[in-house]
């Protein structure tokens, strides 16, 4: 099918109905017609209402996520553990994203996204497969602005401060944080 070549030329990990209307120039009705049969056949995989993806892709929920709810990055104890920081691997993906707070539950995996402040949101990365990451020191400062405010609950006896460079970690918080908070917020590794 003419459309099912077009999404895999196009190369991005989840399509909507309008990217379906843009490509084929066909009516939304028509379009979800189209996309259920491409369901039926198991050529797409429906995430949620009006949000798809190739089977081929659903080895990727990290980046999938990062895309159903953007502006995001991977952040928290999902970004530590990546990077070795902690050796826990979290059964659901945790995202900083400036939009409202939510979860989504996407094939069996909990997806939940945390509202931060915008002057916060920064010192993140764009991996080669196109997901947005904290950078370490930026996800351990994220895990303690949430748990420091009572939104995120987090054993500190899990985290590995070896892998974590603190002139870097510091030097955020400089940036990010007034004078007034700083000493508070630093304080959280001592507890």
Request: charge should be positive.
């Amino acid at each position: 099918m003419r459309l099912l070549k077009k999404l895999k030329e196009i190369n991005k990990s989840i399509y909507t109905v309008a990217d379906i209307q843009k490509i084929t120039g066909y009516s939304r009705n028509v379009c979800y017609v189209l996309l259920n049969r491409l369901i039926s056949r198991d050529e797409l995989v429906r995430l949620k209402n009006g949000v798809y993806t190739l089977p081929e892709k659903l080895g990727d929920i990290e980046l999938i996520a990062n895309r159903l709810y953007f502006p995001s990055y991977l952040s928290l104890e999902s970004a530590l553990s990546k990077y070795g920081v902690i050796s826990q691997i979290p059964y659901q993906l945790n995202f900083v994203t400036t939009l409202k707070t939510k979860r989504i539950e996407i094939m069996n995996r909990t997806l939940s996204y945390h509202m931060i402040k915008a002057k916060y949101f920064d010192y993140y990365t764009r991996l080669d497969n196109g997901l947005f990451i904290a950078i370490k020191e930026k996800a351990l400062f994220d895990l303690i602005y949430f748990s420091s405010a009572g939104k995120y609950t987090f054993v500190k006896s899990y985290l590995n401060p070896d892998k974590i460079d603190m002139e870097l970690f510091v030097e955020i918080c400089k940036n990010l944080l007034s004078d007034r908070e700083l000493p508070g917020f630093l304080s959280w590794l001592e507890r």
